[in-house]
């Protein structure tokens, strides 16, 4: 920008310092609309406590972000949308049989302690509700394990067996897709959940490249250790159980704890579905795998970045 003198004027500040109209707010509420039918399904699909959890988790996460931001002396940002969208995924990521003072813990371990203490939006190093996922699996094991599934809105909430937790081939790939199916909140739906990834790609609010390489790494490894020319069905079957397709959407894709290179993002995808792989396999206390596959990835990181970092031209080599 010039002055009145032709001179060119300059302002210093935080990046991104180009962008294509967008801003956090607008990213943010494309996440929300992304993934609004799958929660709109797990509220069709668990009856009204699943919408009161969600309603509590996202008003928890906005009320945690602007008294941490008052107390830390910060400008209060919550209509940036940011805190309620890691309120949005927290509900997501719980069984609808949880009481109701857990999603208000997750969210304010999610937004307090994993996002603020670290700086706020954008300096987290891991994805914020996968954190509070994991604080609230080894606190409340029991709770955060036990499955719950209903018939539409009027039906009272059962106990049952989750797909990765039941025997192989309880329920049809079909069923499985569709999200008939107990589960977490917002994972049941893979439907709804690739319609979402969809629309975010369409928007480039996310990349192709970590969601890809996950879900494909994870079907391959799947398909091989089958030990069968007809282990496709045994890979898609792990594939549409728990939470990879929530995970690999739209957790592994957070902007603050995935790689910003486009090789970096190849490897975070490819990191994921092995270490998913390993621990479904290899843990049979603890079937699911992708939280703790994401978080590991969202630690290594930096280390990535740093390896796959274009090489920067005109650059003098130093000398010892």
């Known amino acids: 920008m010039q002055d009145k003198q032709g001179l060119l004027n300059l302002k210093v500040s935080a990046p991104p310092h180009l962008h294509a109209g967008s801003s956090t707010r607008s990213v943010m509420t494309d996440v929300i609309i992304a993934l609004a039918p799958a929660g709109i399904y797990g509220v069709y699909n668990f009856g009204w406590r699943a919408l009161l ?27 940036d949308m940011s805190a309620a969208v890691t309120g949005l995924l927290v509900a997501y990521n719980l069984p609808p049989s949880v009481p109701f003072w857990m999603p208000v813990i997750g969210s304010v371990i999610a937004v307090v302690l994993i996002k603020q203490c670290f700086g706020g939006l954008g300096r987290n190093f891991m994805n914020p509700a996968l954190a509070a996922r994991a604080i609230l699996l080894a606190s409340w094991t029991g709770m955060m394990s036990g499955a719950a599934f209903t018939q539409p809105l009027h ?27 107990p589960g977490t909140i917002g994972e049941t739906s893979k439907l709804l959940l690739l319609l979402g990834a969809g629309y975010l790609l369409l928007r480039k609010v996310i990349s192709w490249r970590i969601p890809a390489t996950f879900i494909g790494t994870a079907f391959i490894l799947f398909w091989i250790a089958s030990g069968r020319v007809s282990g ?22 957070d902007y603050s704890s995935s790689p910003v290179t486009k090789v970096g993002q190849l490897i975070m995808g490819v990191g994921c579905g092995a270490l998913l792989f390993i621990i479904r396999v290899f843990n ?25 970092r274009p090489r920067v031209y005109g650059e003098v080599k130093k000398h010892a």
């Open 53 to 79: 959890i969600i309603i509590l988790s996202v008003v928890s996460a906005v009320l945690a972000e602007a008294g941490a931001q008052k107390a830390l002396g910060r400008k209060v940002t919550i209509t």
């Open 155 to 181: 039906a009272d909430i059962v106990s049952g067996a989750t797909p990765l937790a039941a025997a192989a081939g309880q329920y049809s790939l079909a069923r499985l897709f569709i999200g008939n199916i």
């Open 232 to 253: 496709a069905y045994d890979a898609l079957y792990q594939l549409l159980s728990g939470g990879l397709i929530l995970g690999a959407c739209f957790m592994a894709t």
């Open 284 to 308: 049979t206390s603890y079937p699911e795998g992708c939280t703790y596959a994401i978080l590991l990835m969202n630690l290594c990181v930096p280390l990535i970045e740093r390896v796959t």
